[in-house]
């Protein structure tokens, strides 16, 4: 496979260091304004972020309606879009506004659908939501285990027969650019690899600080067959961005879930490490993924101008070299992980 969509997305990456997703800005839990929304999508151009994502799923099309509206006036050729298939909303007046983790967004149901039919009316929907006819990247959206449990070997041989040859139909027609699935877990990664062949994976948090499951086995993969892989949730949903003792008592989060021990304890050594140095462990968390070679771009969400501005500072801060290599001493960096320089 030829590698076509790595090199757009390190380079749609390049000047603003990292990429924006779409989760926040569809009322992740908490309602985020019409203006803040626009706000953050337009600081973001103008600091030069030329990647965005969103889903569907991410507050029952808001997101997307969001970042419609923002990149709609911006030069087409000048930015990258993504979303995902795998959910289709049907309109339900007694649905509730608030569901999956999303407040205050339209009264919708979803229904998982990774069949052709499903796969190209998702997108049809997606392009309407955004009022942007062409979208590069399609995602393939939570197609786990542990999401369907019972129901996922139907899912998948669903998606291997039908879905993935119609977004190959899509790619080879020049619709889309480039296709992939959009997970949290290293396992569902390498058995889609087995069946298909995969222009790149967006991971969510399993290559950061607190969890390099992915190091071993799937990025070596990745770069052995020209897959990109877009790195997800580098915060791993909280604590890499919070430490592991919030301020006012919270708890640190971890996967959409309080934290367990073992995660805590591994955070609190790097804070650590992060004393000594005088390093933010939110800009650590940042640039870690970055500097392996797999890894095409890191996607950070951001609620706020301020979030994203703060974002876009830690990506850039300046780290030492010395600090890195202490974590990897003290084994908190894999001994097979590249460092990031500076």
């Not at 149901?109 to 009022?131: C, E, I, K, M, P």
Request: aromatic fraction near 6%; include cysteine.
């Amino acid at each position: 496979m030829q590698p076509v969509i790595g090199p757009r997305l390190r380079a749609a990456a390049q000047a603003a260091g990292i990429a924006l997703g779409g989760a926040p800005l569809g009322n992740l839990f908490r309602p985020v304004p019409e203006d803040e929304a626009r706000a953050v999508i337009d600081r973001a151009w103008d600091a030069g972020v030329r990647y965005f994502d969103t889903a569907p799923h991410y507050g029952h099309g808001l997101s997307e309606r969001r970042f419609g509206a923002a990149l709609s006036c911006r030069p087409r050729e000048a930015f990258l879009l993504s979303t995902k298939v795998g959910r289709l909303l049907r309109s339900d007046a007694a649905a509730p506004t608030d569901q999956h983790g999303y407040v205050d967004v339209p009264r919708y149901v979803q229904t998982y659908d990774y069949s052709r039919a499903g796969v190209l009316r998702s997108l049809a929907d997606s392009r309407a939501r955004l009022g942007i006819d062409r979208i590069d990247v399609v995602w393939v959206h939570d197609l786990d285990q542990a999401t369907h449990g019972a129901d996922f070997d139907h899912h998948f041989r669903t998606l291997l027969d039908s879905g993935l040859p119609a977004l190959a139909e899509q790619k080879a027609a020049g619709v889309i650019a480039g296709y992939g699935i959009g997970v949290n877990g290293v396992d569902i990664c390498l058995t889609t690899l087995h069946h298909a062949d995969l222009d790149a994976i967006l991971l969510a948090g399993r290559y950061t600080l607190a969890d390099q499951s992915a190091l071993p086995e799937l990025l070596p993969e990745c770069m052995r067959r020209n897959v990109a892989v877009v790195l997800g949730g580098p915060f791993n949903s909280g604590i890499l961005a919070t430490g592991a003792h919030p301020a006012g008592g919270a708890p640190a989060y971890f996967d959409y879930a309080p934290a367990p021990p073992a995660v805590v304890a591994r955070v609190e050594a790097l804070e650590a490490v992060c004393r000594v140095h005088g390093v933010s462990l939110a800009a650590a968390a940042l640039q870690f993924p970055a500097a392996h070679p797999a890894v095409a771009v890191v996607l950070a969400g951001a609620r706020s101008g301020a979030e994203l501005t703060a974002n876009l500072a830690l990506a850039r801060a300046p780290i030492p070299p010395g600090f890195w290599v202490e974590l990897r001493t003290r084994g908190l960096v894999d001994a097979g992980a590249p460092l990031p320089e500076h």
